[in-house]
């Protein structure tokens, strides 16, 4: 066995809706008593949905997971630890500096680097504790950027003191939180299937290639300009190169390979931020990473805690939409984010606790508004990034590999790397989040002071690609592309017209273009509403023109049963491919009440 990361497509992001989620996986090895997860995951009766069970969906999730928290710690004595917390650190810090330069500039100051750097922290610190889900990466997303300064945009022209609003937004958003984790609202991700998720993907991803073109667009001109281009590209190209390596090449020693994939990133962005300095590109001026001073806010004369009692009345209660909507992003969001993180791919041994983690949310939310933080959640692409890093590997062939979504080759009988487990532990997710607290101080604020712009494009393009290349959209737009006489006979898609595929893809598409062009115009601050929709638009609209077995090969569930346990197990079409969203007369606490029998 050795310790590698699974050439999962694109980096472990969304997989083929069409790759089989693998068998349950069995209990896991540890000394802690396992939860009962064996039971039926849908009732013999469903209740109404207007019957709920306050905080059932909290304490089932406590109860599944307390055993392992021991475990969550001791499990962490594992070498896969060491390269995860250090390519989750540039993976999740260096893309929320390159935020936290879009909400400096468009907020006038309210958020700088350190707001968003203890954001992250804040994140970090309190899911590697306290969550039922620890791998999940919690730091300041790009859709949460585009809130904050579409925020700033309509209340800026009247004179409100903007953190103290967004100081109620949070607080609120807190009390909404807590109100959706106690009615076990989660449950409801039973009808989440890889259609929004690939969509949201598709988005997210789409926002790191537009935020790398971004970046090098403010650089000027002439030399400064030219030099960003070629070192944002550079970086690019090799990271992309070691990804290769590390999955799919068979060149250098197996040690070599596993190196090189799990440090690759971050020594290609320490290397080119001294190559920019080097030589004649000593003396050109080129556009560093805004940096403040060590734990201090941007706005010095603010102190960390935001006086929220000086809003008025009329503020206090206008919050209240904006708070709708931000709990609406972060519901779809962060579980999205969860799920992803814990996709069928993975094979995971502990249980979920999705309630239990929308009630931490909420709570890190009312922080960061006391303490004018940008607000943290699930992110992604990092979040599934975090869970591929962990992965443990063997060396297979092709014949005998049974999942064809951890292969790196489609031929029988070629070696194959195979997951055999996941290092399900908190210590990474905990260490990541405590050196960028380090990274706060003064010394390292100044070596941050010295990354070029350049390479954070480098790294968005990275991460966008990476993103892009694995998700559910591109994969179907590359079957729909490819010459069918060289598409292998058993591939999935083939049961499925292509003019069906053609309407799904297009679909997604529509949904992905919609979301995008609602976050260009000032009505951005509405586009959670559009994200959550996609959810019944896959639920009633799509059994209209698809049949049962066409959405069975176009989408599935994006979690397996063992980690959908938490939301009561997949429910109608989800665990179907087709059928109707309401059809089983669906409740928001029946697969949780079987399971307590």
């Known amino acids: 066995?050795?310790?590698?990361?699974?050439?999962?497509?694109?980096?472990?992001?969304?997989?083929?809706?069409?790759?089989?989620?693998?068998?349950?996986?069995?209990?896991?090895?540890?000394?802690?008593?396992?939860?009962?997860?064996?039971?039926?995951?849908?009732?013999?009766?469903?209740?109404?949905?207007?019957?709920?069970?306050?905080?059932?969906?909290?304490?089932?999730?406590?109860?599944?997971?307390?055993?392992?928290?021991?475990?969550?710690?001791?499990?962490?004595?594992?070498?896969?630890?060491?390269?995860?917390?250090?390519?989750?650190?540039?993976?999740?810090?260096?893309?929320?500096?390159?935020?936290?330069?879009?909400?400096?500039?468009?907020?006038?100051?309210?958020?700088?680097?350190?707001?968003?750097?203890?954001?992250?922290?804040?994140?970090?610190?309190?899911?590697?504790?306290?969550?039922?889900?620890?791998?999940?990466?919690?730091?300041?997303?790009?859709?949460?950027?585009?809130?904050?300064?579409?925020?700033?945009?309509?209340?800026?022209?009247?004179?409100?003191?903007?953190?103290?609003?967004?100081?109620?937004?949070?607080?609120?958003?807190?009390?909404?939180?807590?109100?959706?984790?106690?009615?076990?609202?989660?449950?409801?991700?039973?009808?989440?299937?890889?259609?929004?998720c690939d969509i949201f993907g598709f988005y997210v991803a789409l926002i790191y290639l537009q935020k790398g073109v971004q970046i090098l667009e403010t650089l000027g001109d002439g030399s400064p300009f030219w030099l960003s281009v070629v070192v944002s590209l550079l970086v690019f190209c090799i990271a992309y190169i070691c990804g290769e390596i590390g999955t799919k090449s068979t060149l250098f020693k197996h040690w070599v390979r596993v190196f090189i994939k799990d440090y690759g990133t971050p020594l290609t962005v320490i290397f080119f931020t001294g190559f920019a300095h080097m030589g004649r590109m000593r003396d050109v001026p080129l556009e560093t990473l805004p940096t403040g001073i060590a734990f201090m806010p941007t706005v010095e004369s603010r102190g960390w805690f935001v006086h929220f009692w000086e809003l008025p009345l009329g503020h206090v209660f206008l919050a209240i939409p904006f708070a709708v909507l931000l709990t609406v992003l972060f519901w779809f969001d962060h579980n999205v984010s969860s799920l992803i993180a814990q996709g069928s791919e993975y094979p995971l041994r502990k249980p979920a606790g999705f309630h239990w983690d929308l009630f931490l949310l909420g709570l890190t939310t009312g922080v960061a508004g006391l303490l004018g933080l940008p607000f943290p959640n699930g992110l992604i692409p990092q979040a599934p990034f975090h869970t591929e890093s962990l992965c443990v590997t063997e060396v297979v062939t092709s014949s005998s590999s049974s999942s064809s979504s951890t292969s790196s080759s489609d031929d029988n009988g070629k070696p194959v790397l195979k997951a055999t487990h996941v290092v399900e532990q908190r210590v990474s997710n905990l260490a990541q989040g405590l050196i960028t607290l380090i990274a706060m101080t003064g010394p390292l604020l100044s070596v941050l002071h010295l990354i070029p712009q350049g390479v954070l494009a480098g790294l968005f393009f990275i991460m966008g690609f990476q993103a892009l290349e694995g998700n559910g959209i591109t994969l179907k737009l590359l079957y729909l592309l490819q010459e069918k006489r060289l598409t292998p006979g058993n591939h999935p898609l083939r049961a499925c017209p292509d003019k069906k595929i053609w309407l799904f893809v297009g679909l997604e598409l529509l949904g992905f273009a919609a979301t995008f062009a609602i976050t260009q115009t000032v009505a951005a601050v509405g586009f959670p509403v559009f994200i959550i929709l996609l959810i019944p638009v896959r639920a009633v609209v799509l059994p209209r023109w698809l049949s049962e077995g066409e959405l069975g090969v176009l989408d599935g569930p994006t979690a397996s049963e063992f980690t959908m346990v938490s939301c009561g197990g997949r429910r109608g079409w989800c665990a179907g491919g087709g059928g109707g969203w309401g059809g089983d007369g669906w409740g928001w606490d029946g697969g949780e009440e079987k399971e307590e029998k």
């Open 1 to 196: 066995m050795t310790s590698e990361k699974p050439p999962l497509s694109g980096g472990g992001q969304i997989l083929p809706t069409h790759t089989p989620p693998p068998p349950q996986p069995p209990a896991p090895t540890t000394t802690a008593t396992t939860p009962d997860t064996t039971s039926p995951l849908t009732p013999s009766k469903p209740e109404p949905w207007w019957k709920i069970h306050l905080g059932r969906g909290i304490l089932l999730d406590i109860k599944r997971r307390a055993p392992y928290y021991l475990s969550d710690w001791t499990d962490a004595w594992d070498y896969r630890v060491v390269p995860a917390t250090i390519y989750m650190f540039f993976a999740n810090i260096l893309p929320a500096l390159a935020f936290s330069l879009d909400m400096l500039h468009k907020t006038e100051g309210e958020y700088g680097v350190n707001e968003t750097l203890l954001a992250s922290v804040l994140g970090a610190v309190v899911f590697s504790v306290g969550a039922c889900q620890p791998i999940v990466i919690v730091g300041v997303t790009g859709p949460i950027t585009v809130f904050n300064y579409t925020v700033y945009n309509i209340m800026k022209d009247s004179g409100t003191y903007y953190l103290g609003f967004m100081c109620w937004i949070g607080l609120w958003s807190l009390v909404f939180h807590w109100i959706l984790a106690v009615t076990n609202s989660c449950n409801w991700l039973r009808y989440v299937t890889r259609f929004p």
